[in-house]
């Protein structure tokens, strides 16, 4: 038997570290925790350190209980997150899916400004966005300080196109 077996039990704060290590190694191993949902899932590392006993079990149950760590959608826990954090994550996740929210990778895309006074700038990026004219030439436009700015895959296309609409000086 190793000389640790015989050690006292391990302080709160002692736990909470060896808890902590635990599941950032899990992180670190497989990107997620998939093994860890409560106290007594740590009692075997704990117990090949310390000598099993009742007190050993309720030292790391007020570890765990006192880091309050969050836990993801199947009850794993969460080292990485506040409680705060995981909350706010599930909205967004909520949102997201309720409006079959989705990315586009704008790498490809040019960007091209069009000057405006600040005051119709509101208004004409509605009647942009309501064009049946422009759909289709602009990945997004931005409201910038000073106008428009298009992000397009063909900017030569929208160029010409916004030249129908203003004279441009080139």
Same mark, same amino acid.
């Given at each position: 038997?190793?000389?640790?077996?015989?050690?006292?039990?391990?302080?709160?704060?002692?736990?909470?570290?060896?808890?902590?290590?635990?599941?950032?190694?899990?992180?670190?191993?497989?990107? =997620?925790?998939?093994?860890?949902? *409560?106290?007594?899932?740590?009692?075997?590392?704990?117990?090949?350190? #310390?000598? /099993? +006993?009742? &007190?050993?079990?309720?030292?790391?149950?007020?570890?765990?209980?006192?880091?309050?760590?969050?836990?993801?959608?199947?009850?794993?826990?969460?080292?990485? =997150?506040?409680?705060?954090?995981? *909350?706010?994550?599930?909205?967004?996740?909520?949102?997201?899916?309720? #409006?079959? /929210? +989705?990315? &586009?990778?704008?790498?490809?895309?040019?960007?091209?400004?069009?000057?405006?006074?600040?005051?119709?700038?509101?208004?004409?990026?509605?009647?942009?966005?309501?064009?049946?004219?422009?759909?289709?030439?602009?990945?997004?436009?931005?409201?910038?300080?000073?106008?428009?700015?298009?992000?397009?895959?063909?900017?030569?296309?929208?160029?010409?196109?916004?030249?129908?609409?203003?004279?441009?000086?080139?």
């Amino acid at each position: 038997m190793s000389q640790n077996k015989f050690k006292k039990n391990p302080s709160r704060e002692t736990c909470e570290s060896i808890i902590r290590r635990i599941l950032t190694a899990e992180i670190g191993e497989r990107g =997620k925790n998939e093994h860890f949902r *409560q106290a007594a899932d740590f009692m075997p590392y704990f117990e090949s350190l #310390y000598l /099993a +006993s009742d &007190s050993l079990t309720k030292q790391v149950q007020r570890a765990v209980k006192m880091m309050n760590l969050p836990k993801d959608e199947n009850g794993y826990f969460i080292i990485n =997150k506040s409680p705060m954090q995981v *909350q706010q994550d599930q909205e967004l996740k909520r949102i997201f899916q309720m #409006y079959n /929210a +989705s990315y &586009s990778d704008l790498s490809g895309c040019e960007t091209l400004l069009l000057e405006l006074p600040e005051t119709c700038i509101d208004y004409l990026m509605r009647l942009i966005a309501e064009s049946e004219t422009f759909k289709g030439m602009y990945a997004t436009m931005l409201k910038v300080c000073n106008g428009i700015l298009f992000y397009t895959e063909d900017k030569r296309g929208l160029w010409n196109l916004l030249k129908q609409f203003i004279p441009f000086e080139e």
